[in-house]
């Protein structure tokens, strides 16, 4: 019989992808050195070889997040993957979990951990600002939760939370901490064993210009404990901690299959974690804070408005702004994307609609993007539409 659904014809076209400068939010570009590793030969996942490799991306993201953690690994999914792993592994239904929410990541933190059927309640504080010690004591005092989550790097807003004392104040409070760290790791620095975080993650798209889809995660013994010591099974079989620390070699059982982990993902996030390695995490704070810095000195020599008023508040990976009254954010984005062949972004979540973002991460990070970018953006003030109020 005939086919129902005939042979595609853009299939039969080549592949199309425009060369662009990422400077949004993530992903950011991969430089060739990773392209290089992703596009090696595929070994099995069970090979030793293979084992070897996770060995040493669990060595480079005990380095990046600065931990011993033995329970230390990449998800095999994005940024939200690790959100929900950590979550689903650490909360089980009915308690009481806190959500530090100001920006995009406590939303989301809030959305999987309702879906868990745990008792949420939030902390909330507008876009732009972060938590003070003695607001998270006040919330923790009042509601008692099993779990406190903050965002180090709040990509929504371009703000960076201070970390010192949380976790000792969580610890007080019987409580553990979940860090989100996607857009800052590598970009500003975090010391996962000295600030007492329980649970931290980030993403591989970000500092460490990998392709998005492999997540770094580490837990703490006392987040260890809880997990394994849970009354009902995690809800996932994915994201289940218990398979992937036996799949990573975090046990002391033999390596079993448990799924069929993104080869080629696992190649570039080890590059990724070399670079670092290489460059040294104390470089790649401090040239991504000089250009962050660089970048908005030039914007506020634009006449433009930075969307964090402290200076140690911004996060040197993303960087807000406001544009002046009259202009239309998607023009001006489209305009930049259309005439310069760069990506900058708008907000996300509470932050939509009202600032514009520029990411320097990694890779991506130098002077000679910040003039690239800046150049486009006088161009846009210049050439789009302002309207008359
Ligand atoms: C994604 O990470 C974003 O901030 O848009």
Redesign the pocket.
């Known amino acids: 019989s005939q086919l129902l659904v005939p042979s595609p014809a853009v299939l039969q076209q080549p592949l199309a992808v425009p060369d662009r400068l990422l400077l949004?939010?993530?992903p950011s570009n991969v430089p060739p050195r990773i392209l290089a590793a992703g596009g090696r030969q595929l070994i099995g996942h069970l090979h030793k070889e293979m084992f070897q490799i996770m060995d040493e991306i669990k060595l480079g993201i005990q380095y990046a997040f600065q931990t011993q953690n033995p329970l230390t690994l990449a998800i095999s999914g994005p940024?939200h993957c690790a959100m929900e792993a950590a979550l689903l592994n650490a909360v089980e239904a009915g308690e009481v979990v806190l959500m530090g929410v100001n920006g995009?990541w406590g939303e989301r933190a809030t959305d999987i951990s309702k879906r868990l059927g745990a008792d949420v309640r939030q902390l909330v504080k507008p876009p732009g600002e972060y938590f003070a010690l003695q607001e998270v004591e006040q919330a923790l005092d009042q509601h008692k939760p099993s779990l406190f989550f903050i965002t180090h790097g709040e990509?929504?807003s371009g703000v960076l939370q201070p970390l010192d004392g949380l976790g000792e104040l969580c610890h007080r409070y019987e409580c553990l901490l979940l860090v989100d760290s996607?857009?800052s790791l590598g970009g500003a620095p975090i010391f996962m064993d000295h600030q007492d975080i329980d649970i931290l993650y980030s993403g591989s798209q970000k500092v460490l210009n990998a392709p998005p889809g492999c997540s770094p995660i580490s837990f703490s013994e006392r987040a260890r404990k809880k997990i394994f010591n849970r009354k009902m099974m995690p809800p996932s079989f994915s994201l289940d901690m218990g398979w992937l620390a036996n799949y990573w070699g975090c046990d002391d059982k033999p390596r079993a299959y448990h799924h069929t982990a993104p080869i080629n993902g696992f190649f570039s996030l080890r590059e990724g974690l070399a670079i670092l390695a290489e460059q040294g995490l104390e470089n790649s704070w401090k040239h991504h804070k000089e250009n962050s810095v660089y970048l908005c000195e030039g914007l506020q020599q634009l006449g433009l408005q930075l969307f964090v008023k402290e200076q140690e508040a911004r996060l040197p990976t993303?960087t807000t702004f406001v544009l002046p009254e009259g202009y239309d954010l998607q023009e001006v984005i489209a305009f930049i994307m259309n005439k310069h062949a760069i990506e900058i972004?708008g907000g996300?979540g509470p932050s939509a609609g009202k600032i514009l973002?520029i990411g320097l991460m990694g890779y991506n990070s130098t002077k000679f993007n910040v003039d690239r970018v800046l150049h486009a953006l006088k161009d846009a003030l210049q050439h789009c539409h302002k309207n008359k109020l």
Request: glycine share 24%; net charge positive; proline share 8%.
């Open positions: 949004g939010p993530g940024g995009m990509s929504s996607v857009a993303i972004s996300l973002r």
